[in-house]
């Protein structure tokens, strides 16, 4: 039997959570990115831990780990396909966080390299816990995942980064003064200097 992930739950628990940072008194523009950011988490949950199994029995049960940096072990080449696609899926999944994050927390450039590792270490050990939780092997926990994983989200906020710079420059060029939801991407995208 596998466990699947009903992505209404998700859903139905972030408009629960939206309505109480609305209470709170967070702005509809915070709010809005934060509900984008809210799916995209609910989207990686059910790619990356679900579904998973509960009830297949293990005598010999040992979790299927690779801790071995950029030892990608099938890139043979019958498996190059399926390795390059483990290789750029682990990037995408994450680039969203690092470009989607800044829009909800500040983020510094030195706090980002933590927040990456962090990112990618999560995955992984929440992927490790459901193993040794349910004695099944059903994911292979590996590092190459977490340096992967960190990759995208440092992407992302490069990514961040650069249209940080590009909307500036486009307001500066056109003369726009931005409001209401442009007002909010601009203060996001150039933080106060201390």
Not at 96 to 125: D, H, S
Request: charged share 15%; net charge positive.
């Amino acid at each position: 039997m596998f466990v699947e992930f009903n992505p209404l739950y998700g859903l139905v628990a972030l408009i629960v959570i939206l309505i109480v940072l609305r209470r709170k008194g967070k702005s509809l523009p915070w709010l809005f990115f934060f509900s984008l950011f809210g799916l995209y988490l609910i989207q990686v949950i059910s790619l990356a831990i679900f579904p998973f199994p509960i009830d297949i029995p293990y005598e010999n049960f040992k979790p299927n780990l690779n801790l071995i940096p950029f030892n990608f072990g099938h890139c043979d080449p019958r498996g190059i396909e399926l390795c390059f696609r483990q290789i750029y899926e682990n990037i995408l999944l994450t680039v969203p966080f690092g470009f989607g994050v800044n829009f909800i927390a500040r983020i510094k450039p030195r706090q980002i390299w933590r927040l990456a590792a962090g990112v990618g270490l999560t995955l992984e050990f929440i992927q490790l816990a459901i193993s040794l939780t349910f004695r099944t092997s059903y994911r292979v926990v590996d590092i190459n995942d977490v340096i992967l994983n960190a990759a995208g989200v440092l992407i992302g906020y490069g990514v961040f980064r650069v249209f940080g710079w590009t909307y500036s420059q486009l307001l500066q060029r056109l003369s726009l003064q931005p409001r209401h939801i442009f007002a909010y991407v601009y203060i996001i995208t150039h933080p106060p200097i201390h």
